[in-house]
């Protein structure tokens, strides 16, 4: 039922939502994630975005050899959520995944590059990254040339959160010598 002035919501599961797009119901196909039951459509990749995706990805590559890194694709983290960070550095390789996305136990880092999404990305994807148990988030923040780092998730928030510039540097999970100056990456 229908009323004015009210929004109905349905609550989707994951299969659901393969389901739905496996039968065009996106019609063109937007750029659509699944958080927490409901279908989100994300913001088109504008050039500044896809410039910093790729800078991020170079970074990556030069300084992780035993990581496979995933870009733009899902991680499943629960039945209602399956997200689809701009970066997830993840542990094994891409053939460990060919019958699942990576969950949460597999996943070391998620970045997601804002330049219209900010709020979104640090109000509702920080807290769930950090339910299941995402040990570390970064959000780049490319209009204030930051990036806000999330780690030590517990009890659905993170308890250690910083907020770094340009003349800062990150060192990468799990990976001994990984340093990423993040001058290289915020432009």
Do not use: N
Request: aromatic share 6%.
């Amino acid at each position: 039922m229908l009323c004015f002035g009210m929004v109905q919501r349905h609550q989707v599961t994951v299969e659901e939502y393969y389901r739905l797009g496996e039968s065009g119901a996106w019609g063109h196909q937007p750029r659509v994630e699944l958080i927490e039951g409901e279908i989100v459509e994300m913001s088109p990749i504008g050039s500044k975005h896809a410039a910093v995706v790729d800078l991020l990805i170079k970074q990556f590559t030069s300084k992780t050899e035993s990581l496979y890194i995933r870009c733009q694709h899902p991680i499943r983290l629960s039945e209602s959520s399956e997200p689809e960070p701009d970066i997830a550095l993840v542990r094994g390789e891409a053939r460990d995944y060919v019958d699942a996305h990576p969950t949460a136990d597999d996943v070391l880092l998620l970045v997601e590059v804002a330049d219209t999404t900010l709020p979104y990305d640090l109000e509702t994807k920080s807290p769930l990254y950090a339910r299941h148990g995402i040990p570390e988030y970064w959000v780049v923040d490319t209009e204030a040339r930051q990036v806000h780092v999330f780690r030590r998730p517990q009890e659905g928030t993170y308890l250690v959160r910083e907020t770094l510039t340009a003349t800062d540097a990150l060192d990468l999970p799990e990976t001994p010598g990984g340093r990423m100056e993040l001058g290289e990456i915020l432009l």
